[in-house]
């Protein structure tokens, strides 16, 4: 049930935009998203839930396509900071944890 | 200090030894989980507690085992470790389980590295 994470790894400049797609065999009925530094704990950026809306955090936005049973992270105008291993975690159903892919790592050059 | 706390935060042991890794949070949080992280899986979790005296198996419980006696507390113990075993582990605690809401946010402690020779 783990779900697939695309690109594995991506290379940007500062100020380029990406995109992380976090795709799932079975309908989802959530998304979350972390973002995990080197050396460091995963934090939290968003939920996205089933019928729910495009969601933003600064300049890094997700959307949730239930046709798809895909969720995309949106990284506009990346800066340094950006650099990371961005994990979508997914849920079935309402009352399961959530099992995390295998990440996708940014890193972002100046 | 506030939050949730990992120790150690650097192991070593030999293969056959019991390992007890500590998680401690200061929040009240209803939720605790256990997860190791290899490169290439991802995040894997291990167990899960949601609430004092209620642990359930995650995706790879085999070869760990949990308590949670008191709700700010929830170590994870290698009974008899293995090199398989060799990884980071992490805790983390939500204030409530289902996937659905915000309060179901996960906060990660800062990770133990276990070696395993």
């Known amino acids: 049930q783990q779900p697939v994470q695309s690109p594995q790894a991506v290379i940007l400049r500062e100020g380029e935009d990406a995109v992380i797609n976090c795709s799932s065999s079975k309908a989802l009925y959530s998304v979350h998203w972390y973002r995990q530094k080197h050396g460091e704990a995963p934090v939290f950026l968003m939920i996205l839930l089933k019928g729910g809306e495009q969601k933003g955090h600064d300049k890094i936005s997700a959307s949730f396509n239930e046709k798809k049973q895909q969720s995309s992270l949106y990284l506009t105008a990346s800066q340094l900071s950006y650099s990371g291993t961005y994990f979508c975690g997914t849920a079935l159903i309402y009352g399961q944890n959530f099992v995390f892919g295998p990440g996708t790592r940014l890193s972002v050059l100046p | 200090d506030a939050g949730i706390t990992q120790s150690p935060r650097y192991k070593i042991t030999e293969t056959g030894r019991q390992v007890t890794l500590m998680c401690h949070q200061t929040?009240?949080?209803?939720?605790m989980f256990w997860y190791r992280q290899d490169l290439g899986h991802g995040l894997r979790l291990i167990y899960y507690?949601?609430?004092?005296?209620?642990?359930d198996k995650g995706e790879v419980p085999d070869g760990y085992v949990v308590s949670r006696s008191k709700t700010e507390n929830f170590p994870l113990t290698l009974e008899s470790a293995t090199r398989s075993q060799t990884s980071v582990y992490f805790c983390a605690s939500s204030e409530s389980g289902g996937g659905a809401h915000s309060t179901d946010t996960q906060y990660f402690g800062p990770g133990t590295r276990l070696t395993v020779l």
């Open positions: 507690s949601a609430a004092a005296d209620i642990t």
């Open positions: 929040w009240s949080h209803s939720y």
